[in-house]
Nanobody
Framework: QVQLVESGGGSVQAGGSLKLSCAAS????????LGWFRQAPGKEREGVAG???????KYADSVKGRFTISRDNAKNILYLEMNSLKPEDTAMYYC?????????????????WGQGSQVTVSS
């Protein structure tokens, strides 16, 4: 069982930046693919960014060039650096872990989820 705890969310004005962190409590953390997802009220959960254990990444088109996913396997921490934030980025952000070795942005491919961290971007 992998436990994931997000932190770093908050409120920011459009054009600002935030960095989310996700701490994992499992000794085999570095064997998992990891991802960031978000869900706005009334909308489905969508994949934002994913990263394999080797560091290969994948991004949703809506965040390419603005968001950066990274992982520190020594510290069991996943990051999401978000720049040039827009009001449409407002959502609850979740980190997730997958047994798959292929990076994915599909929620159904992930096995463990954090509790979420709210990001609010005002115009």
């Amino acid at each position: 069982q992998v436990q994931l705890v997000e932190s770093g969310g908050g409120s920011v004005q459009a054009g600002g930046s935030l960095k989310l962190s996700c701490a994992a409590s499992h000794y085999t953390y570095d064997s998992y693919c990891l991802g960031w997802f978000r869900q706005a009220p009334g909308k489905e959960r969508e994949g934002v960014a994913g990263i394999t254990r080797e560091g290969n990444t994948k991004y949703a088109d809506s965040v390419k060039g603005r968001f950066t996913i990274s992982r520190d396997n020594a510290k069991n921490i996943l990051y999401l650096e978000m720049n040039s934030l827009k009001p449409e980025d407002t959502a609850m952000y979740y980190c997730a872990a997958s047994w798959s070795v292929v990076v994915s942005l599909q929620p159904g491919d992930f096995n463990y989820w954090g509790q979420g961290s709210q990001v609010t971007v005002s115009s």
